[in-house]
């Protein structure tokens, strides 16, 4: 009787047989995590992207605008129908933000933030002499900027009328308020500035959202400045004082 016992027992001690399911059950959550961590890693870096790819879009389609074929003026103008129709792009381009708008319960428009804004530098000095930094002798001039595109006057990408845009170091992220140094001089500018908050999937009740943000620099194509029309403006841009 004892002998069996002790027999039994010797056998349960170098039994393996649940060993690996053991190790699956123990390994599967962290296995999980790594995975699902990935997937997040990968979304991200593809809205990066995406951001990237909008405001590199937009700005081209604006930047492109053509002043009058008859040679009246240099100056070019685009209307309110033409920030819709750039604004709206941004769907195609990003095709993202469709279902992460139903997963906040917005509308795809409210989960991005896109501002338009044309500068003017003029200048105010001759007493410039680094070639490479001309802020001092420049003063940057908000020409018309958007208000109704799911960005309200004072929020964080809104650059407002009146107010000069201040130079900033190349390398500091994007401010309402400032523009890179290098930019100051004889010309205009259009800026495009977008704004996305990433949203995790997974773990968002204790993993923080991340700010994606952008802005393009670019000089008219064919213009001497880009203006606003005011014609049939429902709201989405303000023409400021002066221009």
């Known amino acids: 009787m004892r002998a069996g016992v002790t027999a039994r027992i010797r056998r349960f001690r170098s039994a393996e047989d649940g060993i690996a399911a053991i190790e699956f059950a123990m390994m599967l959550p962290v296995l999980l995590t790594i995975m699902l961590g990935g997937i997040q890693v990968v979304a991200y870096i593809n809205a990066v992207r995406k951001v ?3 405001v590199r879009s937009i700005s081209q389609m604006i930047s492109q605008t053509k002043p009058p074929s008859d040679g009246s003026t240099t100056v070019a103008t685009v209307n309110a129908g033409d920030l819709h129709f750039s604004f709206d792009s941004a769907l195609v381009l990003f095709p993202y933000l469709m279902p992460e708008g139903k997963r906040q319960s917005k509308q795809w428009w409210q989960v991005i933030t896109i501002n338009y804004a044309s500068i003017q ?14 802020s001092a002798c420049y003063v940057a001039n908000v020409v018309w900027t958007s208000s109704g595109t799911s960005q309200p006057a004072g929020g964080p990408a809104y650059r407002p009328c009146v107010v000069p845009q201040i130079a900033a170091s190349n390398t500091a992220p994007p401010n309402r308020a400032t523009l890179p140094r290098s930019l100051f001089g004889p010309a205009s500018m259009v800026v495009i500035d977008v704004m996305f908050t990433f949203k995790p999937t997974f773990g968002a009740s204790y993993l923080p959202s991340i700010q994606i943000a952008r802005s393009a620099y670019v000089q008219p194509r064919y213009a001497s400045l880009i203006n606003f029309d005011t014609n049939g403006n429902d709201g989405i841009a303000t023409k400021c004082p002066g221009f």
């Open 52 to 54: 990237e790819l909008v």
């Open 121 to 134: 530098f003029t200048k105010i000095s001759n007493t410039c002499t680094d070639s490479s930094d001309l």
